[in-house]
């Protein structure tokens, strides 16, 4: 089962500064996700439900989050 499944009050996953060079599979339900100071490239697949976003200090080129997302990211 999924972490949705198994930890259904999970709303906020932090990463610290490290070699992350992808996020895969993060579950719905997810209001705060961060990830500062990795190895990212691209990031796609974001749950609806996020409304804080900390990616600094990788090395994304773009990301577009306005077709996905009616509320402001932080």
Sequence with gaps: ?????????????????????ELRNIPTGITHLECPGNLLTEIDSL?????YLNLDSNFLENIDLLKKY???LI
């Design 1 to 21: 089962a999924g972490l949705s499944k198994k930890f259904p009050q999970l709303r906020k996953i932090i990463f610290y500064s490290g070699k992350i060079i």
């Design 47 to 51: 749950p609806g439900s996020l409304l």
């Design 70 to 72: 009616h509320q402001t």
